[in-house]
Structures are given as C-alpha cells and as structure tokens.
C-alpha cells in the first residue's frame, strides 16, 4: 500500500499525534527497541518544537521579488544614461563599442556584466570630456552612482539567494527527519500493537486521516463562531 502524502503544513500536527500515542506506550517501545527510549522521545520533541519554530521561506522570497523590481529598474535608468552617452560620443566623433557592450549586458539581465563593462567604459569618456560637447556637468560622476547602486542591489539579491537556497535546504532536512521519526515509529508501533486496538495510533493513513478531520472542526468552530459586531 502506498504511503500517504503529508503536505509540510500537516507534519508538526502528524507528529505530535503521534507522538502523545508514543510518550504514553514509551515502555512497551522501549521493551522491544533499546533505542526508543527517554532520550529518543526527547529528541523527537525537539525536532517537532524545531520544526514548529522554524521561520519559512515566504519572507525571503518577498525581499527577493523586492530586490528584483528594484533591481531592474536601476538598471532601465542606468541603460537611458548610457543611450545618452553613446547619443553624446556619436555626436562627438568618438568610438562607442564599449557602450554597446553595456547595453547588451543590460538586455541579457547580466548585471555582474553590465558593472564590468561600465568600468571599463568610463576611464575612455573622462579622458575624453573636452570632446563631448553636448554632455551635461556631471553626467559621467551621476553613471558611476547608477552603476555603484546596480552593484549593491546585485549583490543584495545575490545574498537572498543564497539565504534562500541555505533555508530550503534546511528545511529540507528537517522535515526528513520528522518523517523518519514519523515513520520508524509507526513501523515499531504497527508491529508492537498488532491486532490491538492502539494499533490504529500507528497507522500514518488514519493518523492523517484523524489530523484532517480535527483540522476541519477547528475550521468549522471558527465559522461558527458569532461575530462580535453583531452580538447583541
């Protein structure tokens, strides 16, 4: 028979199912398996109060979708700046490969590559100012700045990615062992139990079965319940 599915959100109700049927039966467990004692009870409570504890993933996604936006759009002011420039150098006479450069840095979204290509761009226009008539006073000192914030928020985004992958992997681990946990128990109690009516404790179908129906009347209480802005 197939194991049921446990979506994350129901693996700390699951666990703590059974994991009162465990605390309760510890010295039947303990009888037959020497591993599955105090200390093993102790470490599964642990891992469940762990788990319950455990900050999710949304918050960095949204400062990741953040950072993103922002990113994007510093780099859309960045690329009108340099369409400028390259406008600027054209009119001035002056080689502007290195702008173009920039530009299909932009649009391929390599922003690692577009800090490059700006730094390697701007020390070529500075020493050429007195040839770009049409540039404003402090034009190519504003592309620096719109360049250096590219970076930080390059590099921000980087950081949440990191946090990210560093988070799922985390909780990756942690819900293997509460599964493991879950399911070594249930193992031991079907076979302890087996013919007994506490085995029904240990099968994981029933269990999340019985989690669901208790999760439903939670819902359904809270429907119920009257509103405070009309109670008389």
């Known amino acids: 028979m197939k194991a049921p599915t446990i ?35 102790e470490n599964f409570k642990k891992a469940i109060s762990k788990l319950k504890n455990n900050d999710s993933t949304n918050a960095i996604v949204v400062k990741q979708k953040e950072t993103t936006a922002k990113l994007y759009k510093q780099a859309d002011e960045l690329r009108r700046s340099i369409t400028f420039l390259k406008d600027y150098a054209e009119r001035s006479g002056l080689d502007t490969s290195l702008l173009k450069v920039i530009v299909a840095k932009i649009n391929g979204k390599n922003i690692a590559g577009v800090v490059k290509a700006v730094r390697d761009a701007i020390p070529y226009y500075g020493d050429n100012m007195d040839r770009i008539a049409d540039m404003p006073d402090g034009f190519l000192e504003n592309v620096v700045e719109q360049t250096k914030q590219l970076d930080a928020l390059n590099i921000q985004q980087n950081t949440l990615m990191n946090e990210r992958k560093h988070h799922t992997q985390v909780n990756k681990e942690m819900y293997q062992l509460i599964k493991k946990y879950i399911g070594d128990i249930a193992k031991a109690g079907k076979l302890i139990f087996r013919g007994q009516k506490k085995e029904d404790e240990y099968v994981i179908s029933k269990i999340v079965a019985r989690a669901k129906t208790n999760k439903q009347k939670m819902e359904g209480i809270r429907e ?8 008389n």
């Open 7 to 41: 979506k994350h959100e129901d693996y700390a109700v699951i666990a703590d199912c059974i994991a009162v049927s465990f605390e309760r039966d510890l010295a039947s467990f303990s009888q037959i398996y020497r591993t599955m004692n105090a200390e093993y009870l």
């Open 224 to 231: 119920d319940a009257p509103n405070p802005l009309y109670a």
